[in-house]
């Protein structure tokens, strides 16, 4: 008997030994599955780096109120705790959690770090998506959007894969038509790449140039202060030349540049006449052939003439913009000359 009953509880001790180990591997394993299908935040900058250039990955840099942004919450609860997000994104990048919370404090480092993100990165406001490279290039940036951690997902990849085709496309610059090297300007600009932007525009001169480079070159110029100077009053002389008549507005295009040279500038009575030269030369001989195109040139003026106390031109002009402008304007032309 005495046997039966020890035989009966070394029995219970391994059928609750079992149970413990069971339950205990069950819950490592609920836990690795957990940590396998959710994202892998760091808090540290300098590890993302590390990461990033050993992974060959980008950075996503999370801007984050955790415990007062009602934005950041709903961020959080439908982007990134979305299956289909961090299905699609979670071996994508590297994923920094750059927080500034109110009622729980961080380590003194960690502020000092996020601190200097927020002003890197000029974030104004919360949550903001940065995506950048190993080297700390932005690639882009997002804020909330109500469209689910799917198609956020697909959003996010879609800007790194436009990423790569530029890559690729800078490194194929030197076999790129002048079309195709404007459109990557223009994706330079977007990035904020301004070497980039030097390389582009120095391989399209090289090649002649186009009107769009003959004018970014031309602005380049006058924003340098050289608009007499020899080589520019050239470059201005052969841009213009390739539109003589203005059919596609590249002397209105000039007379606009020239104009912003001068109105970054004081304005005064002094110098107002010399300021709108440009804008006034140009309507003597353009202004009849596309009126309709020029009303915002003519209240310019106006406003101008109005700011320097010259009421007689600033009514004129007015009333010239007036009866070029679309219907919809006149409106409120005609309070200003009022």
């Known amino acids: 008997m005495k046997k039966y009953i020890q035989a009966r509880w070394l029995s219970l001790w391994i059928t609750i030994l079992t149970v413990t180990l069971f339950s205990q591997n069950s819950g490592y394993a609920a836990a690795s599955l957990e940590r396998s299908h959710s994202i ?39 982007i990134f705790a979305s299956s289909d997000f961090i299905k699609l994104t979670s071996n994508a990048f590297i994923f920094v959690n750059v ?37 700390e290039n932005i690639i882009g940036k997002l804020n909330y959007q109500d469209i689910g951690g799917k198609a956020y997902a697909e959003l996010l990849l879609k800007m790194i894969a436009e990423q790569k085709q530029y890559q690729k496309a800078m490194t194929e610059l030197g076999s790129k038509n002048m079309h195709e090297m404007e459109a990557l300007y223009a994706t330079a600009q977007y990035l904020n790449k301004q070497k980039d932007q030097d390389t582009i525009l120095c391989t399209a001169l090289a090649k002649g140039g186009s009107i769009f480079f003959l004018k970014e070159q031309y602005r380049r110029e006058l924003a340098t202060g050289k608009m007499h100077t020899t080589a520019t009053m050239a470059l201005k002389a052969d841009l213009l030349q390739r539109d003589p008549d203005n059919k596609v507005f590249v002397h209105h295009d000039v007379a606009v540049l020239e104009f912003e040279v001068y109105a970054s500038r004081e304005i005064n009575g002094q110098n107002i006449d010399q300021a709108l030269q440009p804008l006034l030369a140009y309507l003597d001989r353009f202004g009849n052939m596309s009126p309709e195109k020029h009303w915002k040139m003519e209240i310019i003026i106006a406003q101008v003439y109005e700011n320097n106390n010259c009421k007689e031109q600033a009514i004129k002009y007015a ?19 009022a």
């Open 40 to 78: 892998q935040w760091t808090t540290s900058y300098k590890e993302a780096l590390n990461l990033a250039r050993a992974e060959h990955k980008p950075i996503l840099l999370y801007f984050d109120g955790s415990d007062w942004c009602g934005w950041c919450m709903k961020m959080n609860k439908e």
């Open 99 to 135: 927080d500034f919370p109110i009622y729980s404090e961080l380590p003194p480092a960690t502020i000092t770090q996020n601190e200097m993100l927020k002003s890197k990165y000029k974030i104004e406001g919360f949550p903001t998506l940065v995506i950048i490279d190993a080297d």
């Open 319 to 337: 009333r010239l913009a007036r009866s070029h402008a679309p219907p919809r304007a006149r409106g409120d032309i005609s309070r200003m000359i």
